[in-house]
């Protein structure tokens, strides 16, 4: 598809607002293959939001971001999303199985449908998270944990190579989270890249190969031995960086109230 | 608010359609009466008339369109948008009747057409440049564009030219007034959007449950939203001539909520959610025949609110009434299970040597009065769990006793085992103090299934005595027979 040695993720100086609302400052980074990596910060940080504006769920004011090169829209096949498991409703009239074999429909052409060897890979998947005997439950009748389990095989059953995992231990119990590490360790073995928006410092160090720290802007992103410090955390959660935020409260008001061109 | 905008739009209705029509409506209702039902019956189902044949096909293709369209869109929590859609076009209705001055279906089509889409864009703008929320904005739409639309059409009642006739039908609805040209626009909008949903049913499924996700495999998420909101703007305005601009939204609404309690699986609320729309709509256009041209709508969404009471009273999953049985069921079993239990702890106490239970001990040990106690040991005489010997005239003997048939045995002595090992897990794995365990091991009891006692008893190495001293009931005395 693309040359071996492309970097999965490639974000330049990537600016979000919400509302005109600056919640995120040109963000740079180069994520190399194989790794594991956190991203941390404070509440409001911009961790969803970064990861949102990558695959173009929520769009960037400026800045670009490249997956293995190209585009996202051309990639997207290579990409694989868990998203926040409150971002749906789980009374929603599908099944485990259903859920999962969304993670298919990237692959199945236009107007098909899933086929056997889709379910084939659901399945799997779905054995891989310990939710095989799920599979025909209705989705409101699952725990958190199982929950979020789901929504991993599904991720699984899209067979990509760069995850994007928007707080996948927030709410489950202590098995689903040792399960869930496990299984991202292993795609990592395989090679793939892995993004997991986390906020719990004090397992981050052992989870995660690399950090990108984040509070508005990029803090810093490296090693997890070389960016876990007492420094750099206190940089990134300590003291609200006012002037940024200040500014960036003005430039609200301007914009609504008074015509910036006057 | 909704039932606000209820209120007032039905006197702006009465206002201006029922004071001239008044006489009208008052004779038609005297009809009903004196109609043959029978009679009726089978002119109505034998398709004579060519305006039934209208109405019947109008109302099953309706049924579908709207059953299909109106599940989807109760699953993106959008119910309000439909009743939003529906009462927006009417300024659209209006404005395409001045347009001609004629009741061309055309006309109105496009210009219902246009003030449905400018009222979903009004709603989506101010909410997204506002940080007035979706309902409040849906709200204000839904009535702004409601109130031009009946001042139009009132200023139309008053003009002296222009053929009018039949421009109140769009208000209820009128299925048996349908010409050829709504009949083909009905079709050809019913099979457009059965078309769209059957091949695109992956992309609908997607985006409706897990809007971020889809569009994270590409999938252009927004353009299918749009494309649904577009179908349900073509179908509110094609079914407006039968059912009604007021009650239009209820069929999109009530059939897809009806088979959402039914059934827990997408394609299947599909189909039964154009099943039921197809039954109500027949329905409504049959009373109307039946009432001599009554509106359809009412008695359409009348309809559909009866399958929605039904399956809401009588619905497997969610029914009131099954649930109410189970919980009956439920609670007679746990009452027939302390009959049982109380009945092992009195024998326990002599040490299983006097078999016979009386009933006052009884009544003593489950702290009933009598009468309640003798209701308990007819349930377990009922189940076969208890015997009361009688003398030889087939008499009650004068002291008498209850003795435990084998199953009821061996079901006393499983109750009592699952409350003491659920006691003993309790002060043992989760650290309680022994004296806190008793009211939680009373509930616990009746639900612990043979898979978790098997469980508890491995994770708890096959005790033998309770938290509290007293043995455990073993698998050797689940077998003793009294």
């Known amino acids: 598809m693309s040359p071996e040695n492309s970097i999965p993720l490639e974000i330049h100086d990537l600016t979000v607002a919400y509302h005109k609302k600056p919640v995120l400052y040109g963000v740079d980074m180069e994520v190399p293959a194989g790794k594991l990596v956190g991203i941390i910060g404070p509440n409001g940080a911009g961790?969803?939001?970064?990861?949102?504006?990558?695959?173009?769920?929520?769009?960037?004011?400026?800045?670009?971001?490249?997956?293995?090169?190209?585009?996202?829209?051309?990639?997207?096949?290579?990409?694989?999303y868990v998203p926040q498991r409150e971002s749906v409703d789980w009374d929603f009239p599908v099944n485990v199985m259903d859920v999962v074999l969304m993670g298919r429909f990237g692959h199945i052409g236009l107007f098909k449908r899933p086929g056997r060897k889709d379910r084939e890979i659901a399945m799997a998947c779905l054995e891989k998270v310990h939710m095989a005997p799920y599979a025909k439950r209705q989705i409101s009748n699952l725990s958190g944990g199982q929950q979020q389990r789901v929504f991993l095989a599904r991720a699984l059953a899209q067979e990509s190579d760069l995850y994007f995992l928007d707080e996948p231990f927030a709410g489950?119990?202590?098995?689903?989270?040792?399960?869930?590490?496990?299984?991202?360790?292993?795609?990592?073995?395989?090679?793939?890249?892995?993004?997991?928006?986390?906020h719990d410092l004090?397992?981050?160090?052992?989870?995660?190969?690399?950090?990108?720290?984040?509070?508005?802007?990029?803090?810093?992103?490296?090693?997890?031995?070389?960016?876990y410090t007492y420094d750099k955390l206190q940089k990134t959660y300590g003291g609200r960086l006012t002037i940024l935020s200040e500014i960036a409260e003005t430039r609200t008001k301007q914009s609504s109230d008074i015509p910036l061109e006057k | 608010m909704k039932t606000l905008h209820g209120n007032w739009k039905y006197f702006c209705w009465i206002g201006f359609v029922f004071v001239p029509g008044g006489d009208v409506f008052a004779a038609k209702i005297a009809e009903l009466s004196n109609t043959q039902i029978g009679e009726q019956l089978v002119r109505f189902f034998?398709?004579?008339?060519?305006?039934?044949?209208?109405?019947?096909?109008?109302?099953?293709?309706?049924?579908?369109?709207?059953?299909?369209?109106?599940?989807?869109?109760?699953?993106?929590?959008?119910?309000?948008?439909?009743?939003?859609?529906?009462?927006?076009?009417?300024?659209?209705?209006?404005?395409?009747?001045?347009?001609?001055?004629?009741?061309?279906?055309?006309?109105?089509?496009?210009?219902?057409?246009?003030?449905?889409?400018?009222?979903?864009?009004?709603v989506h703008w101010i909410h997204t440049t506002t940080h007035i929320k979706e309902d409040s904005a849906m709200g204000l739409v839904l009535s702004g564009f409601y109130a031009i639309g009946i001042c139009i059409f009132t200023m139309i009642q008053h003009l002296p030219t222009g053929n009018k006739a039949g421009l109140d039908k769009f208000m209820f609805g009128q299925a048996a007034a349908l010409s050829t040209i709504d009949l083909i626009m009905i079709a050809v909008i019913t099979t457009i959007s059965?078309?769209?949903?059957?091949?695109?049913?992956?992309?609908f499924l997607v985006t409706s449950f897990d809007y971020g996700f889809a569009n994270s495999i590409g999938m252009p998420a927004r353009f299918f939203h749009y494309l649904l909101m577009l179908l349900l703007a073509f179908s509110v305005v094609v079914a407006l001539q039968a059912v009604g601009i007021v009650l239009v939204s209820a069929m999109l609404i009530t059939p897809a909520t009806t088979a959402y309690l039914l059934t827990d699986r997408m394609h299947r609320m599909l189909i039964y959610s154009s099943l039921f729309g197809m039954l109500a709509g027949v329905s409504g256009a049959f009373f109307s025949y039946l009432g001599n041209s009554l509106p359809t709508g009412p008695f359409m969404v009348v309809a559909a609110s009866g399958l929605f009471t039904i399956a809401l009273l009588f619905g497997n999953r969610h029914g009131i009434i099954p649930r109410w049985f189970r919980h009956a069921d439920r609670t007679r079993r746990i009452q027939i299970e302390n009959t049982l239990k109380a009945v092992y702890q009195i024998r326990e106490r002599t040490q299983f040597k006097e078999d016979g239970v009386s009933l006052q001990q009884l009544g003593g040990q489950r702290n009933l009065p009598l009468v309640e106690t003798a209701k308990e040991v007819k349930k377990l005489l009922k189940e076969r769990y208890a015997t009361?010997?009688?003398?030889?005239?087939?008499?009650?003997?004068?002291?008498?006793?209850?003795?435990?048939?084998?199953?009821?045995?061996?079901?006393?002595?499983?109750?009592?085992?699952?409350?003491?090992?659920?006691?003993?897990?309790?002060?043992?794995?989760?650290?309680?103090?022994?004296?806190?365990?008793?009211?939680?091991?009373?509930?616990?009891?009746?639900?612990?299934?043979?898979?978790?006692?098997?469980?508890l008893e491995r994770n708890l190495n096959f005790p033998i005595f309770d938290p509290h001293g007293k043995p455990i009931p073993s698998i050797i005395d689940l077998g003793e027979s009294v």
């Open chain 1, 202 to 227: 004090t397992t981050a160090k052992s989870y995660f190969d690399m950090l990108l720290l984040l509070n508005m802007r990029k803090v810093n992103f490296g090693p997890t031995e070389k960016v």
């Open chain 2, 194 to 203: 059965t078309l769209l949903i059957l091949l695109f049913y992956k992309e």
């Open chain 2, 388 to 455: 009361i010997p009688k003398d030889k005239g087939g008499h009650f003997q004068q002291n008498l006793k209850l003795y435990l048939t084998p199953s009821g045995w061996e079901n006393a002595c499983r109750i009592v085992r699952n409350h003491r090992l659920w006691e003993l897990y309790l002060t043992e794995s989760a650290h309680y103090q022994p004296d806190h365990v008793h009211d939680d091991a009373e509930e616990i009891e009746h639900v612990l299934g043979e898979e978790t006692v098997r469980q």
């Open chain 1, 172 to 198: 489950v119990d202590a098995a689903t989270e040792s399960a869930i590490i496990e299984i991202l360790t292993e795609l990592r073995d395989r090679g793939k890249t892995l993004l997991v928006v986390h």
């Open chain 2, 46 to 122: 034998s398709l004579r008339d060519p305006s039934v044949r209208y109405a019947i096909i109008a109302s099953l293709l309706l049924g579908t369109c709207c059953g299909l369209l109106g599940s989807f869109i109760v699953v993106r929590k959008l119910a309000l948008m439909g009743d939003t859609l529906s009462h927006a076009v009417l300024p659209g209705v209006a404005l395409g009747f001045l347009w001609t001055m004629t009741k061309n279906p055309m006309a109105i089509f496009i210009g219902a057409t246009i003030a449905g889409l400018v009222g979903t864009v009004v």
């Open chain 1, 47 to 80: 961790k969803s939001t970064l990861i949102k504006s990558i695959m173009g769920l929520v769009p960037p004011s400026s800045g670009w971001v490249k997956i293995f090169g190209e585009t996202y829209r051309k990639n997207a096949k290579r990409v694989g």
